[in-house]
């Protein structure tokens, strides 16, 4: 099955009488409330997807239908709470219309508010330090949304299953910062360059690449990671902007060997994780984020 995000933020627009009771009660729960041809009179009901025309409500309440047919496991946050819930909702889980009370930030204060909620079961709670690195990759925005670079991470928490030793099962954040780490262990001096120290924060913040850093010369090594089959796409196309002199720019991709297209260094992910798990560093690592 499928793993959803969903938070619950101060956009969420309910007193704390009814925020406490989501929590409590082991619910999650959206409300877009209103109907662009309903006006704003009163809560709707409608789980209509044609009823809705800005895009954020149809996203989510597509997303919640979804969630409530098939079925998924489920990592909430809660403004309320430091940390996450996380859940199952089993196949076939019905939307159930929860009544509250509007909070006091849109002028609609102790008016009956209907939210569109799910009962989470298998319920768990994740402490902050264990959720600061599950958290990394969650989606940034919507409500609520499929997370697909978690993995079977939720899965294996919900369900007290080992997860297992494979790259499959490292977020697409992980990866990067598994890579950023390769880098800088210089574990495959021929063909990779030695990165010194790095120059940004690894990842999503980046624009065109996700590793920055120096080498013992000075010069600059920039860095694109994913997990997809390696092609000619947009991300390889951006990399080439800062592919000036061979053997300083590299694509870590699915590929099948090292090798240098157009002055880039096109190496496996595959390669990475199974030499970076044969270092006394790597085996450190890799043990950390799976247990």
């Given amino acids: 099955m499928k793993t959803y995000f969903i938070r619950h933020t101060e956009k969420l627009d309910i007193d704390q009488e009814t925020f406490d009771s989501l929590l409590e009660n082991n619910e999650i729960a959206v409300h877009f409330p209103f109907l662009e041809n309903w006006g704003e009179q009163f809560d709707t009901t409608s789980l209509n997807l044609n009823d809705y025309k800005q895009m954020s409500s149809k996203k989510a309440i597509k997303a919640l239908i979804a969630l409530s047919k098939e079925g998924g496991y489920v990592c909430a946050e809660y403004r309320t ?134 080498d013992d010369n000075n010069e600059t090594i920039y860095s694109q990671v994913t997990y997809a089959k390696f092609n000619r796409g947009i991300k390889f196309k951006n990399l080439q902007k800062y592919a000036l002199n061979e053997r300083k720019a590299i694509y870590f991709c699915n590929c099948s060997k090292p090798e240098i297209l157009d002055c880039i260094i096109v190496y496996p992910l595959s390669l990475v994780f199974y030499t970076f798990n044969k270092s006394e560093i790597g085996k450190r690592w890799i043990n950390n984020i799976f247990n």
Avoid: H
């Fill in 81 to 214: 709470l430091k940390g996450a819930v996380i859940g199952l909702v089993p196949p076939k889980t019905q939307v159930i219309l929860k009544e509250g009370k509007w909070g006091d930030k849109n002028n609609f204060q102790g008016r009956n508010a209907i939210l569109k909620t799910l009962q989470l079961t298998n319920v768990k709670r994740i402490e902050p330090s264990k959720y600061l690195d599950i958290s990394s990759g969650r989606p940034r925005q919507g409500t609520i949304a499929i997370w697909r670079s978690v993995g079977n991470r939720i899965e294996s928490l919900v369900e007290n299953k080992p997860l297992e030793q494979i790259l499959q099962n490292l977020s697409s954040t992980q990866q990067e910062v598994m890579c950023s780490e390769y880098l800088r262990s210089g574990l495959d001096k021929n063909i990779l360059p030695k990165i010194e120290t790095l120059l940004l924060p690894v990842g999503r913040t980046l624009r065109d690449v996700d590793i920055v850093g120096l």
